[in-house]
């Protein structure tokens, strides 16, 4: 094997080794959006482990809180701070309920596949919801095909 081309096999196997780079996606908290009033947008999302996940403050007086017993076992939970934008890298993979804490009752949910995974999503469904937050769930599930 001559050397320029050992040098390039080398390296091209080395690339392959490194992970995927992880994405940074973005959902909005608003007032009012395309699926009605108190809304996250997107309000389902799939993402891959070691993917970030940054909630968008577009409107005051909202943040982003992980539901109890909506997630997977080794998680953990958040709570973003009311009105801020803020960053979080979700690296177990399963699915995430996630809310707006004043705005729970007024159906304002978001739900979040991490991976092909969705080990946990009995207990995720089996988590009682208002009226408006469980209908918003329901789309959210159908949607990411669970």
């Known amino acids: 094997m001559n050397k320029p081309f050992a040098a390039l096999f080398a390296a091209t196997l080395a690339l392959a080794a490194f992970p995927a780079f992880a994405a940074d996606h973005e959902v909005r908290m608003l007032n009012r959006g395309e699926a009605g009033n108190m809304v996250f947008e997107p309000a389902a999302l799939q993402i891959e482990p070691g993917d970030t996940v940054t909630f968008v403050s577009v409107d005051p007086g909202h943040n982003a809180e992980t539901i109890a017993g909506m997630v997977p076992e080794g998680a953990e939970p958040f709570r973003t701070k009311l009105s801020e934008t803020t960053a ?7 699915v995430y309920g996630i809310k707006c804490t004043p705005h729970l009752a007024m159906g304002m949910v978001a739900l979040i596949r991490v991976g092909d995974d969705a080990h946990n999503i009995e207990e ?15 789309a959210a599930y159908t949607e990411l095909g669970l």
């Open 124 to 138: 995720v469904k089996a988590v009682r919801q208002p009226p408006v937050a469980g209908k918003r769930f329901e």
């Open 88 to 94: 979080i890298t979700f690296d177990v993979p399963g």
